[in-house]
């Protein structure tokens, strides 16, 4: 499984974008990347998976350049809610063995 | 989507004793489930695979002993933390697999004193 490198923390503004950045160097042709958002207590709740380019829904965005070699994840206009720890994973579907290996996550703290 | 519970939520037991979670798939079935364990300030760890039918796979470090794994059907893995002792003391959450993606419990905290 690829390894992930993610910053340890990040600081924003409500009502700003926030953008957390991952690293995956070693991402295999098969591998998908997948983000999941942990607040406290909780169990990691899926935000959005993608394979290259550009993906998007509801809640966010995620910037896959050609290389994959790292992914973006875009959170429009942040508010205090969206304060919770992200996780980037990379993990091949297609094999029988799914088990996610999560790094150290990015912990977002959101300001008023 | 997918709704996967945990019960119970928390749970506080006696060094020694032992403690069973329970972790359920309800709309779905999943033949394979996974158990992590959360440290507080730390990221998930998996300890086990929980295959149903067959016996599950445990990650390196993890005692399957002590770690009693039972996936009876195809919605309900347990866990059971036998002997426990204070540094078992953790969040415990698992997941069952999806088409594409995990869907994780709420997770069960358990406090050994």
């Known amino acids: 499984l690829a390894k992930t490198t993610q910053p340890i923390s990040m600081d924003s503004y409500e009502g700003q974008e926030v953008n957390i950045t991952c690293s995956h160097n070693n991402i295999a042709t098969n591998d998908y990347i997948t983000w999941y958002q942990q607040f406290p207590s909780q169990g990691p709740r899926f935000i959005i998976q993608?394979?290259?380019t550009k993906v998007t829904n509801e809640v966010a965005s995620l910037f896959i350049p050609a290389d994959r070699k790292s992914s973006t994840l875009s959170l429009p206009r942040v508010s205090l809610s969206d304060t919770a720890v992200y996780y980037c994973l990379v993990g091949d579907w297609d094999t029988g063995r799914r088990a996610l290996t999560f790094g150290s996550g990015t912990r977002l703290q959101v300001q008023p | 989507g997918a709704v996967v519970s945990q019960h119970p939520s928390r749970v506080i037991c006696k060094s020694g004793t032992s403690v069973k979670i329970e972790c359920r798939s309800l709309d779905f079935q999943a033949t394979t489930m996974f158990w992590y364990r959360q440290f507080p300030k730390q990221s998930l760890m998996l300890m086990a695979t929980s295959n149903e039918g067959s016996k599950a796979t445990y990650e390196q470090g993890v005692e399957k002993d002590k770690f009693l794994i039972n996936h009876a059907s195809l919605t309900l893995s347990t866990l059971t933390v036998t002997s426990a002792h204070p540094e078992d003391s953790s969040f415990y959450i698992c997941s069952a697999e999806g088409d594409y993606e995990q869907y994780f419990g709420p997770g069960t905290r358990l406090t050994v004193t």
């Open positions: 993608g394979y290259k």
